[in-house]
T-cell receptor, first 110, second 110 residues
Framework: SQTIHQWPATLVQPVGSPLSLECTVEGTSNPNLYWYRQAAGRGLQLLFYSVGIGQISSEVPQNLSASRPQDRQFILSSKKLLLSDSGFYLC?????????FGNGTRLTVT | DQQVKQNSPSLSVQEGRISILNCDYTNSMFDYFLWYKKYPAEGPTFLISISSIKDKNEDGRFTVFLNKSAKHLSLHIVPSQPGDSAVYFCAAEGAQKLVFGQGTRLTINP
């Protein structure tokens, strides 16, 4: 069966520090991969999606970037965090429908 | 531009009664619709879906209704149970992307 791992579960980082969140999927090959963010009191906002290695589409221009160095690995990064980057970040995968989410990372930028 | 809208941020229902969660969309290109359930500090989990060629799909206590002409879908939960208390997101799919609504927090009161 397929599983998705996302870490860390929680993270507190100072403003201006770098960020790296990692997500890996097991049990499937060539999945579509996604990064979503849920800001406080808001819905799920699609940040990036990838249909293959090295293929990244950005949905919202911002302080973040994504990379897919391997088929089942998706990384969310930032060079310098802003206060507004605080939120709940979710990685997800799919092969068709539905989308399957990881347990998320709670990021607090202080 | 919010393509998928859940206009009720919260809903409170008595245990045993019916819970009805509503969702509206604007893009007529969406052809598949899903409902996700989310507990705090966890990723959303898939609940039920419906294709645009159908107007109803039922799975146990959960039924999703789709009104294409009105661009409206709803999720019915009957009977409601305390474990149903969670945030519910509707989502619409098109062009390999899933667009989520803002979510509705459902509270089931004993």
């Amino acid at each position: 069966s397929q599983t998705i791992h996302q870490w860390p579960a929680t993270l507190v980082q100072p403003v201006g520090s770098p960020l790296s969140l990692e997500c890996t999927v097991e049990g499937t090959s060539n999945p579509n991969l996604y990064w979503y963010r849920q800001a406080a009191g808001r819905g799920l906002q699609l940040l990036f999606y990838s249909v293959g290695i090295g293929q990244i589409s950005s949905e919202v221009p911002q302080n973040l970037s994504a990379s897919r160095p391997q088929d089942r690995q998706f990384i969310l990064s930032s060079k310098k965090l802003l206060l507004s980057d605080s939120g709940f970040y979710l990685c997800a995968w799919s092969k068709g429908s539905p989308l399957h989410f990881g347990n998320g990372t709670r990021l607090t930028v202080t | 531009d919010q393509q998928v809208k859940q206009n009720s941020p919260s809903l409170s229902v008595q245990e045993g009664r019916i819970s009805i969660l509503n969702c509206d969309y604007t893009n007529s290109m969406f052809d598949y619709f899903l409902w996700y359930k989310k507990y705090p500090a966890e990723g959303p989990t898939f609940l039920i879906s419906i294709s645009s060629i159908k107007d109803k799909n039922e799975d146990g206590r959960f039924t999703v209704f789709l009104n294409k002409s009105a661009k409206h879908l709803s999720l019915h939960i009957v009977p409601s149970q305390p474990g149903d208390s969670a945030v519910y997101f509707c989502a619409a799919e098109g062009a390999q992307k899933l667009v989520f609504g803002q979510g509705t927090r459902l509270t089931i009161n004993p």
